[in-house]
């Protein structure tokens, strides 16, 4: 029945903004925040779901994880301003670099987060909220077309 269809997409986006909002948790112990970019018209690209928040307290004690999903045939990339990727240099040592992943079409990338930067502050001020903006760069036509990752204390 056609008069379904539009019900089935509205229920995929929502479970998609649950399971991003509440996370999941990989073997390792890190939790792990799934996003999907979706293309919205020829130059525009959004990463769902958009509105994520990540518990500090809990979510950040054994690691972060994205895993970015692209289904489409086409590169996104997703970037996040005041977050960092956690990198593994030669030598074995991490460092950390501004969080800008490309993901080629029909390609998944699992990405570290790094948390250096709240273990920081729970130590010292940290007790409110902070919010990172993130979006594609390389279509972000002329709207801001993003989410926000919300760190709660
Ligand atoms: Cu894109």
């Known amino acids: 029945m056609r008069s379904t269809r539009p019900s089935h997409l509205v229920t995929g986006s929502m479970t998609a903004a649950l399971v991003g909002a509440l996370g999941f948790w990989s073997e390792a112990g890190a939790a ?3 996003f999907v970019v979706q293309e919205v018209g020829e130059k525009r690209a959004l990463w769902v779901p958009q ?3 990540v518990h500090r307290s809990t979510e950040m004690e054994d690691g972060l994880v994205f895993v970015l999903e692209n289904p489409t045939d086409r590169t996104h990339a997703f970037a996040a301003y005041g977050l960092f990727e ?9 460092s950390a670099k501004p969080l800008r992943v490309n993901v080629t079409a029909e390609d998944t990338v699992r990405i ?3 948390t250096a930067q709240f ?9 409110k909220e902070e919010a990172y903006p ?3 760069p390389l279509h972000k036509g002329d709207a801001h077309l ?3 990752i919300h760190v709660l204390p």
């Open 32 to 34: 792990e925040f799934y």
């Open 51 to 53: 509105e994520v928040v």
């Open 112 to 114: 570290q987060i790094s």
């Open 146 to 148: 993003g989410g926000t």
């Open 134 to 136: 993130f979006f594609c």
């Open 119 to 127: 273990d920081r502050k729970q130590a010292g001020v940290g007790s």
């Open 86 to 94: 956690e990198v593994m240099g030669a030598g074995g040592k991490f």
